[in-house]
């Protein structure tokens, strides 16, 4: 797989940022973004719609999953600017654990650094399997502050998850993970985002066997309802039109989804939330470090 992409260095003047927008409003105070450009390449990320304003650079967004660009100065900078009253979301930009990941290793040493300066909250926003390979430091660090595990499941047909998402894992992949983040007793959510077409019952209750946290998730973002700011890319929605999933763009529809989901959730005694509701939950009541027992 990696000679699909090319892996890029180099250092930058930031790695923690204050929150805006969504993340903000879900009650993050600061985000981590360890590279630029994210080497899944899904089809419907928002992220390179986002352009300057996501930190991107043109080629970013014209060459979106092509390549990826690593902060190679994460951990000193992490060093210098951490706190210790942060609530951390790791991260709207990129997904730490992408395919690029698994050569550049950049995130053992962003997490002894954080280990070494614990934030009050720290999460990670992810889909990809390679988590369980820092399971040991993402233990250590949990011993020193509240960690959190937002792991991304979006659809149980996987021809579906081959046509949006093809550089992703399998969904029982995905399912093992959240299971073994869920025994090592790190509070790990199923995040039912972006919602991709699905059997949504089949769906939630997958998701609520390997997880013992309330769903998580956001339909496609669409220009109807979200007039500013990130929306799905075009080439999902080339996806969706030539597969005959049109209406998974649909508000109407998407809500009807959503209530299905929701009803599944709500018969087992969870909830699902979607928008800064349900990801506000990722981000609440963050654990002083005396009341940890990982």
Partial sequence: MADRFQILSEPS??????????????????SLTPARN???????????????????????????????????????LLERDLRGNELVYCSPLVDPYQPAEAARLAMPPILRALANKPPRLFVFQTRGPLILRDLPLILALAAKTDVRVSFSLTTERE?????????CAPFEERLRVL?????????????LAPLLPCDPETLANAAMDASAENLVGDPFHTREVKKHG???????????????????????????????????????GRQFGIGPEGFGWLAANPAKF?????
């Fill in 13 to 30: 003047s930031t790695i923690l940022s204050r929150t805006t927008g969504f993340i903000a409003s879900a009650g993050f105070t600061h």
């Fill in 38 to 76: 994210c080497t899944f390449g899904c089809t419907y990320c928002y992220v390179p719609t986002m352009r300057m304003y996501g930190g991107l650079k043109r080629e970013d967004w014209l060459r979106w999953g092509q390549f990826t660009t690593f902060k190679s100065n994460a951990a000193e």
């Fill in 159 to 167: 021809d579906v998850r081959r046509w949006y998402e093809p550089h």
């Fill in 179 to 191: 299971r073994a983040l869920r025994e090592a007793g790190i509070r790990a959510f199923a995040t």
């Fill in 230 to 268: 990130a929306t799905t890319r075009p080439q999902g929605e080339k996806v969706s039109a030539h597969r005959g999933f049109a209406e998974w763009h649909r508000p109407d529809f998407q809500g009807e989804v959503v209530e299905r989901i929701r009803s599944a959730a709500s018969a087992r």
């Fill in 290 to 294: 005396e009341e940890r027992s990982i």
